[in-house]
């Protein structure tokens, strides 16, 4: 009777385990994501063969997003982590979207002379998605002030860039060095100050010195203004 007894805890102990495996392999059919997100694409179908090693699905994150850029190489050494970006997209008209820069490459790209940086975007409310093409500004010195011209105003020739100025009735052919351009404006970096007067129209007629004369009615000529410092930065992508 006794040997009877331990036959049968001995042939229960071997179910039991025999459980417990069927329960690990039916939990190893169970696939869990590393991170919360949504399916883009599905590898497999229902009942098909999976090979070790082989993709189930693709995963994006959706929230937090990081949007990368390229900041132009004079503007590198003014970029820190921690700055705001602003950034708009095509698909989500009127609003302006905003983040924080979280890394900085090391170096610059020798080809495009410009910086990648990324930042972190909060998507709680899921507007934004990954891929999306973004339109980016990175203030980079906020406290700062530069001098602005209409692009217009602008005339390169041979490698030199010139503006004529007006001083006393007259237009004065001035070199500038310039920086970013936004929206239609240019940074001038040195060459005039806040508050003169550039010739923004018929520059093809406009010679040293010559007399000139600025018509209310018309927009022959504009002043230069000065603005806070932002730099756009191209290239901009999210994922």
């Known amino acids: 009777a006794i040997d009877s007894v331990r036959n049968q805890l001995a042939g229960l102990r071997r179910l039991r385990a025999q459980v417990a495996l069927a329960e690990k392999d039916l939990s190893d059919t169970i696939i869990r994501a590393p991170i919360t997100g949504s399916v883009t694409v599905k590898h497999i179908s229902a009942a098909e063969y999976l090979k070790r090693g082989a993709p ?13 850029a390229s ?17 708009t997209v095509d698909a989500v008209k009127g609003e302006t979207f905003r983040g924080r820069v979280t890394r900085i490459s090391p170096s610059v790209n020798p080809e495009t002379r410009s910086l990648t940086i990324e930042a972190e975007i909060d998507n709680r409310d899921f507007k934004l998605r990954p891929g ?15 001098v602005l011209i209409p692009s217009r105003a602008v005339v390169r020739y041979v490698g030199l ?22 929206d239609g ?14 010739i923004t129209s018929n520059l093809s007629r406009v010679k040293n010195g010559q007399p000139v004369e600025v018509e209310s009615s018309n927009d ?15 290239d901009v992508s999210m994922r």
């Open 56 to 68: 189930v699905v693709t995963l994006v994150k959706l929230t937090p997003l990081r949007l990368r």
């Open 185 to 198: 404006w240019m940074e001038v970096v040195e060459g005039v100050r806040a508050g003169e007067q550039v």
């Open 161 to 182: 860039t010139r503006v004529y100025v007006i001083e006393d009735g007259r237009a004065v052919e001035r070199s500038v060095k310039l920086g970013m351009e936004v």
């Open 71 to 87: 900041v132009p190489e004079p503007y590198a050494a003014a970029v820190a982590v921690g700055r705001e970006l602003r950034f």
């Open 132 to 146: 999306y093409f973004a339109r980016a500004k990175l203030v980079v010195e906020p406290n700062a002030r530069v």
């Open 220 to 234: 022959s000529a504009s002043r230069v203004t000065g603005e806070d410092r932002s730099s756009v930065t191209p």
